[in-house]
């Protein structure tokens, strides 16, 4: 049974920084695509940076580019999301997604990702 759980979410100013993380278990920790999305009230889910565990290679939405760190700890079977320089707007519920295979197409699509975790709220405050 596939479980993503995240953690590390909170209220902060804008300028400020966050660590998320979002621990895997149940799944074959090896080439799969793991990935951060956000939502906030009123909108679409969105991408927000990607990782391929098979050749560590990133992806990231161009709204987050040089602020957003996505990583994996292959031992702790974890993902985090780094965030720094945080504004308002990307306050918004973030979830963890997982699949089991390199994604070919819209690394940021949704519909791509089999399995998600609860969500950890981000709030950031001007």
């Known amino acids: 049974q596939v479980q993503l759980v995240e953690s590390g979410g909170g209220s902060v100013q804008a300028g400020g920084s966050l660590r998320l993380s979002c621990a895997v278990s149940?799944?074959?920790?090896?080439?799969?695509?793991l990935g951060w999305f956000r939502q906030a009230p009123g909108k679409e889910r969105e991408g927000v940076a990607v990782?391929?565990?098979?050749?560590?290679?990133?992806f990231y939405f161009d709204s987050v580019k040089g602020r957003f760190a996505i990583t994996q700890d292959n031992a702790k079977n974890t993902v985090y999301l780094q965030m720094n320089s945080l504004k308002p707007e990307d306050t918004a519920m973030y979830y963890c997604?997982?699949?089991?295979?390199?994604?070919?197409?819209?690394?940021?699509?949704?519909?791509?990702?089999?399995?998600w975790g609860q969500g950890t709220q981000v709030t950031v405050s001007s």
């Open positions: 997604a997982a699949a089991n295979r390199r994604i070919l197409g819209w690394v940021f699509s949704p519909r791509n990702y089999d399995y």
């Open positions: 149940g799944f074959t920790y090896m080439r799969n695509s």
């Open positions: 990782i391929y565990t098979g050749d560590g290679s990133t």
